[in-house]
């Protein structure tokens, strides 16, 4: 798999904006451990406690999903089609298992197996649909695992930053810790924000367009094949594909 370059030269950039703010000083300035745990670790944590270890498993592989490129080839769907169409008019729907072995896509496989074994159309449909529900629900669960994160990581960031208040207080009699534990505090509501709009928020979007367009990909799929079905033409077939694409760009 690729790496999907624009994620990860979105977060150099993230971190290089935060570096030129801190020019006039230097990068320890803004370093806490203590902040990053009570930021950081709290937020996930607190996600975590909320999940289900094979809810842990899918968040996990998502997050390779979310820094990879997925590769959906509409253009190729569609000659694929405008192939099977052809092959379908000449010598049957049975004409179309000397090509669904070669088919890389489970999905696209597995619909072109069920109008090869002669189901209806309509269960057609049906099956498929419930096999897009559940891809729909697993992914609605992992984008919703980083929108948590999202929202609790300037949370946890106020809490550190409370109590860090709590510490500088404490320490009134002594002014030389006043200023360590009050940049202690304020570091905290730092990492918190910072999390929540540079880390999990933009992993969570990027989540959610790989979705959109595995969504339309077997949506392409799922009419492209009843087409097949119903006998209509590869010419037909292409052109109702392909307005599919029109709506998308539109």
Same mark, same amino acid.
């Given at each position: 798999?690729?790496?999907?370059? $624009?994620?990860?030269?979105?977060?150099?950039? !993230?971190? %290089? =904006?935060?570096?030129?703010? #801190?020019?006039?000083?230097? /990068?320890? @300035?803004?370093?806490?451990?203590?902040?990053?745990?009570?930021?950081?670790?709290?937020?996930?944590?607190?996600?975590?406690?909320?999940?289900?270890?094979?809810?842990?498993?899918?968040?996990?592989?998502?997050?390779?999903?979310?820094?990879?490129?997925?590769?959906?080839?509409?253009?190729?769907?569609?000659?694929?089609?405008?192939?099977?169409?052809?092959?379908?008019?000449?010598?049957?729907?049975?004409?179309?298992?000397?090509?669904?072995?070669?088919?890389?896509?489970?999905? $696209?496989?597995?619909?072109?197996?069920?109008? !090869?074994? %002669? =189901?209806?159309?309509?269960? #057609?449909?049906?099956?498929? /649909?419930? @096999?897009?529900?559940?891809?729909?629900?697993?992914?609605?669960?992992?984008?919703?695992?980083?929108?948590?994160?999202?929202?609790?990581?300037?949370?946890?960031?106020?809490?550190?930053?409370?109590?860090?208040?709590?510490?500088?207080?404490?320490?009134?009699?002594?002014?030389?810790?006043?200023?360590?534990?009050?940049?202690?505090?304020?570091?905290?509501?730092?990492?918190?924000?910072?999390?929540?709009?540079?880390?999990?928020?933009?992993?969570?979007?990027?989540?959610?367009?790989?979705?959109r367009h595995?969504?339309?990909?077997?949506?392409?799929?799922?009419k492209g094949?009843?087409?097949?079905?119903?006998?209509?033409?590869?010419?037909?077939?292409?052109?109702?594909?392909?307005?599919?694409?029109?709506?998308?760009?539109?």
């Amino acid at each position: 798999m690729k790496l999907d370059i $624009l994620l990860v030269l979105g977060y150099l950039l !993230i971190v %290089g =904006v935060v570096f030129m703010g #801190v020019a006039q000083g230097s /990068a320890q @300035e803004i370093w806490s451990p203590e902040a990053l745990v009570v930021s950081f670790g709290g937020a996930m944590i607190a996600t975590l406690a909320g999940l289900s270890m094979q809810e842990i498993r899918e968040s996990l592989q998502a997050l390779r999903v979310a820094f990879t490129v997925s590769v959906f080839d509409y253009e190729r769907l569609i000659a694929d089609f405008v192939t099977y169409a052809g092959i379908s008019r000449k010598d049957g729907l049975l004409g179309l298992e000397k090509v669904v072995s070669q088919i890389p896509d489970g999905f $696209l496989s597995r619909a072109v197996q069920m109008a !090869i074994d %002669g =189901v209806e159309p309509d269960l #057609v449909e049906e099956r498929l /649909a419930v @096999e897009m529900a559940s891809m729909d629900e697993r992914h609605a669960r992992t984008r919703a695992t980083y929108d948590t994160m999202a929202t609790y990581s300037p949370a946890f960031g106020m809490i550190g930053t409370i109590l860090g208040l709590v510490f500088v207080l404490k320490s009134l009699d002594d002014p030389s810790q006043i200023g360590p534990k009050m940049g202690v505090a304020l570091l905290s509501t730092f990492y918190g924000v910072f999390a929540c709009y540079a880390i999990f928020t933009p992993i969570a979007k990027k989540l959610d367009r790989k979705h959109r367009h595995e969504v339309l990909y077997r949506q392409m799929i799922v009419k492209g094949i009843i087409w097949l079905q119903t006998g209509d033409s590869p010419r037909s077939i292409e052109a109702k594909l392909r307005s599919f694409l029109r709506e998308k760009r539109g």
